[in-house]
């Protein structure tokens, strides 16, 4: 629920002294962050953020503006101090990261999520941020996408479409890759970092493969829930669990 909703709500059921004080709370907030229309509540999502609770239930992107879904992303990551990793202020990190584009016609049904995903930042010290538990430092990672034709692995921020790895759950990881459409790119580490924290509940309906990433020969990094605790780990590429999806993330020519 943003600021402007609930004064809506509270005009609503005739509590307006209540609904003039959160209206001044947004002005005020406003006039110190002019690039920002509105914020999330703590403790709320938008409607299509909140957690799946059965494989069978969908969930198209966004049902907010693409606007509104930029500004809570980027807002996510502001909560999480990784302006403050960088040395930024809050308006200076957001900047930073590109708007994101209406989705293309032939996307729908298939790269349905859109993403603001941060380079700038270690994936482990990213994990630190985010209160994800990192177990693979010192392995031998590289971007699997990287063998692929005409493809540079990004060094700036980007915003892309995923699929958050409901299409593909129980398909094993060397599958996913083997299938990629030329308008798909294999989804990395990074791609699960932003993916969780854009909506940190999608692990209690599935754990993310990442094919993107690489780990030693014959394995391929993935985020899951271990003991309660969001985990980014790793698992055999050949190796189908229903309970995965691999995350596949969209390219744009």
């Not at 962050?33 to 799946?52: N, S």
């Not at 996408?145 to 034709?149: A, F, G, I, L, P």
């Given at each position: 629920?943003?600021?402007?909703?609930?004064?809506?709500?509270?005009?609503?059921?005739?509590?307006n002294d209540l609904a003039e004080i959160v209206s001044g709370?947004?002005?005020a907030f406003n006039r110190r962050?002019?690039?920002?229309?509105?914020?999330?509540?703590?403790?709320?999502?938008?409607?299509?953020?909140?957690?799946?609770k059965t494989s069978e239930t969908r969930k198209i992107y966004p049902e907010i503006s693409l606007e509104e879904e930029w500004q809570r992303q980027t807002q996510g990551f502001i909560r999480l101090g990784f302006h403050t990793k960088l040395g930024l202020t809050e308006e200076n990190y957001s900047r930073r990261f590109p708007k994101f584009t209406p989705q293309p016609e032939n996307f729908k049904g298939r790269l349905d999520a859109p993403v603001l995903v941060e380079t700038r930042i270690s994936p482990e010290d990213q994990c630190k941020l985010a209160g994800i538990q990192y177990v693979l430092g010192g392995l031998a990672k590289r971007d699997w996408?990287?063998?692929?034709?005409d493809y540079t692995t990004p060094k700036a921020p980007y915003a892309v479409w995923l699929e958050d790895g409901r299409n593909n759950l129980g398909k094993k990881p060397e599958?996913?890759?083997k299938n990629l459409k030329d308008d798909e790119i294999?989804?990395?580490e990074l791609d699960g970092i932003a993916l969780y924290i854009s909506n940190p509940k999608i692990l209690e309906h599935h754990s993310l493969d990442l094919p993107g990433t690489s780990v030693g020969s014959a394995r391929a990094a993935c985020l899951r829930l271990w003991h309660g605790r969001?985990?980014?780990?790793?698992?055999?590429?050949?190796?189908?669990?229903?309970?995965?999806?691999?995350?596949v993330r969209g390219r744009q020519k």
């Open positions: 629920m943003t600021l402007e909703h609930a004064k809506n709500v509270l005009e609503e059921l005739g509590d709370a947004r002005e962050h002019p690039g920002i229309k509105d914020i999330f509540l703590p403790g709320t999502v938008p409607v299509e953020k909140q957690a799946i996408n990287e063998k692929r034709k599958d996913v890759r294999a989804g990395t969001p985990r980014l780990s790793y698992g055999w590429i050949d190796s189908a669990d229903p309970r995965f999806g691999s995350v």
